[in-house]
């Protein structure tokens, strides 16, 4: 029965470890260790609520500005406005932001917070697919330096997943690889114009953002834009449509949990009217939509999160277990890393409680793509530019607005594959392509219904773009939400005596590589492996197997590292292997240190 050992798993951003175990005879087993604890929510204990959204951005590198987003939501639903805004506004509730989703944050505030944070998204997709995962797709050996990674067998990429016909030379995604660096920066750059800097901003701010955008604002932000669009046109979605083409087997692995998840993303409702969205809120499950009519906060409302298998204080009986972040709690138990017992992970379970199940759900592009197709989401962008360089994706024939869901059918079409193979490990990969696209195009100076420079100037570019609400004298709390590059992102505050009380974050990661709940229940990302488990077992070539698991668990998006082990049962190194940044896989004497 060996047992595979992927300590820090590499390419992606965090501190991951991953143990396979594939018996002779049975199931294969996963556990997604998260290897570092933070503590965050203890920092942020006892300070001014309005740090939160500077604190808080710390959590993460490559999307700090997602945590300001939700952490400044947190605030916008705990406290409330004055006496001259409401009750005059109409809403039934002071909170900046209601229950519901309406909001007393001005027009311009909402649409400025949106292109801050579509900036980001657009960046951290780009980054995912060529600097994080595209090299596990392409044997790039015969492009020489800088790009001669190479396998310690001759089988190679050949033997992976049966059907599939590896690129011989991967010469267009390499080369786009280094282009990729310069579209990072350029959103970067479009996301500082409104911001002040990136990345850690300092614009979004409970009831708005800090920014009065000027004209040369709009212009210098729309021609960066623009600039990624092409790209994202002509490299990034054909690159991945290549990918798919080589790898089709991929569109049929890696379907569960079949739970998705998503809060929904970008407010697009103008002043106090009803919340509409980008991307559509809802649990997916069942192979059906549900829950989608619900607020913010009613949907919120039925997360929990468990600790039976993570190194966190339980409590007597349990009564830290399976809580509301409202009531969660984070006491770290290190006694439980060293004590041979269940516990492997830092990271708490996250599951969404529906029909009296605690479900396992997995978060992400791929399921708010799906979840805005299956709902029909009506928002619609345009692919016109606002310049005379315009590129639209070759065989989309997208013409002048479009949705999602018109996004989805005809991009599958260029693949040959239903709408059913979104749930998938290609499936993971192409959402983020499509969703790339979509919320480029709905930030563009266009004229689809959809289009926020275009609103933003409409509006008046000296409009109102934040609303002033003090703490409150009494105790309140608020629920935050942001559908951000890795999935759907929670905060969570208390606040008493003017101060923070009780804070909980739970981000995307921790669903997506959640530990088992106090049940036994795998998380999504374990499952996803354990699924692939047969193809992982069928392999005689190492490679084979440490590659196959790398595309699978690259799709999501964690963290960062390198070193890959082999052990037997007892624990003793069977091999040691070390696989760079490149894909490169070499195995290196047992005494060598990684």
Not at 200 to 205: D, E, L, T, V
Not at 574 to 584: E, P, Q
Request: proline fraction near 7%; glycine fraction near 10%; charged fraction near 15%.
């Amino acid at each position: 029965m060996p047992t595979i050992i992927i300590d820090p798993l590499t390419r992606i951003e965090g501190h991951s470890k991953w143990v396979i175990t594939i018996p002779t005879a049975g199931s294969v087993t996963a556990k997604a260790e998260g290897t570092m604890f933070r503590g965050f929510e203890n920092i942020l204990m006892r300070r001014d609520p309005r740090d939160a959204p500077i604190l808080t951005q710390r959590i993460c590198g490559v999307c700090p500005t997602a945590h300001a987003e939700a952490s400044a939501r947190c605030l916008d639903n705990a406290l409330e406005v004055g006496s001259t805004v409401w009750p005059a506004s109409g809403l039934p509730q002071a909170k900046i932001t209601n229950d519901d989703g309406r909001t007393h944050i001005p027009k311009n505030g909402r649409i400025l917070r949106n292109l801050i944070h579509g900036a980001d998204t657009v960046m951290s997709h780009i980054t995912h697919f060529y600097h994080l995962a595209a090299l596990d797709f392409v044997d790039a050996s015969s492009l020489g330096a800088p790009f001669s990674p190479t396998y310690s067998t001759s089988a190679g990429l050949t033997a992976l997943l049966p059907g599939s016909t590896p690129m011989p030379n991967g010469q267009s995604v390499v080369s786009n690889y280094v282009e990729a660096l310069t579209m990072r920066r350029k959103m970067h750059s479009a996301g500082a114009v409104f911001s002040g800097r990136q990345p850690i901003q300092h614009a979004i701010i409970p009831g708005g953002v800090t920014t009065l955008p000027t004209a040369s604002d709009v212009v210098v932000f729309a021609n960066l834009l623009d600039t990624v669009r092409n790209f994202i046109n002509t490299a990034y979605i054909p690159d991945v449509v290549t990918v798919a083409n080589a790898y089709p087997t991929y569109w049929t692995v890696g379907t569960s949990p079949g739970n998705l998840l998503s809060y929904g993303g970008f407010p697009i409702q103008s002043g106090t009217a009803a919340e509409t969205l980008l991307l559509s809120r809802g649990l997916y499950t069942g192979g059906s939509p549900v829950l989608t009519t619900l607020g913010p906060t009613s949907f919120l409302s039925n997360v929990k999160e468990f600790v039976g298998y993570s190194y966190y204080d339980a409590g007597a009986l349990g009564q830290n277990d399976g809580l509301h972040p409202f009531a969660g709690v984070t006491l770290p138990d290190v006694s439980k890393v060293t004590s041979g017992g269940q516990a492997y992970s830092w990271l708490k379970a996250p599951r969404y409680t529906y029909g009296g199940n605690d479900l396992v759900c997995e978060v992400g592009p791929m399921p708010r793509v799906v979840l805005s197709i299956a709902t029909g989401n009506p928002a619609s962008v345009s692919e016109a530019k606002c310049t005379s360089s315009s590129v639209p994706v070759a065989g989309l024939g997208l013409g002048g607005s479009y949705t999602i869901a018109n996004l989805g059918t005809t991009a599958l079409g260029l693949v040959s594959q239903a709408s059913t193979a979104l749930i998938s490990i290609l499936g993971r990969y192409a959402c983020r392509a499509l969703e790339c696209k979509f919320i480029a195009d709905a930030m563009a100076e266009t004229a689809a219904p959809v289009a926020w420079l275009t609103e933003l100037q409409a509006n008046g570019l000296t409009s109102p773009v934040y609303v002033h609400a003090k703490l409150p004298n009494k105790p309140k709390q608020g629920a935050g939400w942001a559908e951000v590059g890795r999935g759907s992102l929670g905060h969570w505050i208390t606040i008493e005596n003017k101060r923070i009380k009780n804070y909980q974050c739970v981000v995307p990661t921790t669903w997506n590589h959640s530990p088992r709940d106090t049940a036994g229940n795998p998380g999504p990302a374990e499952q996803v492996i354990q699924e692939v488990g047969p193809v992982l077992a069928g392999y005689t070539n190492t490679d084979d197997i440490i590659i196959t698991a790398l595309r699978a668990l690259h799709a999501y998006d964690f963290c960062i590292a390198c070193a890959v082990h082999f052990v037997r049962p007892d624990g003793s190194t069977i091999a040691k292997f070390k696989t760079d940044s490149d894909g490169r896989v070499v195995r290196i004497p047992h005494d060598e240190e990684i």
